[in-house]
């Protein structure tokens, strides 16, 4: 059986690297999903690490433990791979909305594949420009 490919917005990565018990923890452990991303999330995550353990109750070395373990679960993908075509394609649908988000959509394009995030203003602006890969739990 293959797996169902997804893309992983930054806001999810944070959520399940703030909240200890979460679906989102859950469903990022299942077999059935492979996730991607773009290489730059890494950056993204220690970018705002002290944000991230300032609004939490865990320890810096349960994050450390739970960041390890979601890396694992990423595969990254170089912004290089991705296709001029997908890149324009995604700034496209993404300009108005948030074009930081533009990598994750080049990206969900690319791989024709689902994209996972939490940021409502992106899905529904992408959703009336026709986007609709979302994964949905």
């Not at 917005?9 to 923890?25: C, E, G, Q, W, Y």
């Not at 912004?79 to 108005?96: H, N, P, Q, T, W």
């Not at 409502?120 to 609709?132: A, C, E, T, V």
Request: net charge neutral; aromatic share 14%.
């Amino acid at each position: 059986m293959s797996k169902i490919a997804v893309v992983i917005d930054t806001n999810i990565v944070f959520k399940a690297l703030r909240l200890k018990h979460s679906i989102i923890r859950e469903v990022l452990s299942q077999e059935q999903y492979r996730f991607y991303a773009p290489k730059f999330l890494i950056v993204e995550i220690f970018k705002h690490k002290e944000k991230i353990l300032k609004n939490n109750a865990q320890l810096e070395d349960e994050f450390y433990e739970y960041l390890n373990l979601l890396l694992q679960k990423i595969t990254f993908i170089n912004e290089d791979f991705i296709s001029i075509g997908s890149f324009v394609e995604a700034y496209r649908l993404c300009k108005l909305i948030d074009e930081k988000d533009t990598p994750f959509v080049a990206l969900t394009l690319q791989l024709d594949c689902l994209f996972w995030t939490y940021d409502q203003p992106i899905k529904d602006g992408l959703k009336r420009q026709g986007f609709n890969q979302f994964f949905e739990m």
